[in-house]
Nanobody, 122 residues
């Protein structure tokens, strides 16, 4: 599994961005895929996850605004982010795990992509 995140950028508050994470390696369908974010001086924070059965998980602060989805044929996972707020500003990372261990715990993810910067201006 080799992950590459893209789609970040600068957007005004209330705007939208769509992050993508592509796997250029082998395997994808059986993996749980997650999105995490991190700001300087803070720990990495869980944002959303989708299992291979498409069970969805979100952190409370993004429920109703963010949507995670996946396309197993393309080996990609997406994070549609609407109604963005300045507090959503962070580097966003995608990650993969072969199981469905506590999807909110980043220790359970075996593979990580490079981050993509999301900046929301007020």
């Amino acid at each position: 599994v080799q992950l590459q995140a893209s789609g970040g950028g600068l957007v005004q508050a209330g705007g939208s961005l769509r992050l993508s994470c592509a796997n250029s390696g082998r395997g994808f369908g059986g993996y749980t895929m997650g999105w995490f974010r991190q700001t300087p001086g803070k720990e990495r924070e869980f944002v959303a996850a989708i299992t291979w059965r498409t069970n969805l998980y979100y952190t409370d602060s993004v429920k109703g605004r963010f949507t995670i989805s996946r396309d197993n044929a393309k080996k990609e996972v997406y994070l549609q982010m609407n109604s963005l707020k300045p507090e959503d500003t962070a580097v966003y990372y995608c990650a993969a795990q072969r199981g469905v261990q506590d999807v909110r715990n980043d220790d359970n993810y075996e593979y990580w992509g490079s981050g993509t910067q999301v900046t929301v201006s007020s």
